[in-house]
């Protein structure tokens, strides 16, 4: 059965750093992405890795503030995130895919098909 369980978040003040983790088991995924949801809006790609080389891919938004990285002994995907600002606050998600027919879909929400509950980050000014 497969599983993504992410943990890490929490409440921060603007500036601080959080470190998500998504825990996938049940199978090896080629792709893994974190994604976003605040309130009222649409789910976002933040930052996704080829889980084969390591490739990693970044959203505008969050390139230089956010790092995605691996622990393949672990079966783990992080997602690193320094320099945190209240428009940070959001429910965060990770995501996997077996098969991208392009890394410019990596980022595109519809193409994952594995899903992980989500964890809470919440930025206060």
């Known amino acids: 059965q497969v599983q993504l369980v992410e943990s890490g978040g929490g409440s921060v003040q603007a500036g601080e750093s959080l470190r998500l983790s998504c825990a996938v088991s049940?199978?090896?995924?080629?792709?893994v992405a974190w994604f976003r949801q605040a309130p009222g809006k649409e789910r976002e790609g933040l930052a996704a890795?080829?889980?084969?080389?390591?490739?990693?891919y970044y959203a505008d938004s969050v390139k230089g503030r956010f790092t995605i990285s691996q622990d393949n002994t672990k079966n783990t995907v992080y997602l690193q995130m320094n320099s945190l600002k209240p428009d940070d606050t959001a429910k965060y998600y990770c995501?996997?895919?077996?098969?991208?027919?392009?890394?410019?879909?990596?980022?595109?929400?519809?193409?994952?098909?594995?899903w992980g509950q989500g964890t809470q980050v919440t930025v206060s000014s």
């Open positions: 995501a996997a895919a077996g098969w991208l027919p392009a890394t410019t879909v990596c980022l595109s929400e519809p193409r994952y098909n594995y």
């Open positions: 890795i080829y889980t084969g080389r390591g490739d990693t």
């Open positions: 049940g199978r090896r995924f080629a792709w």
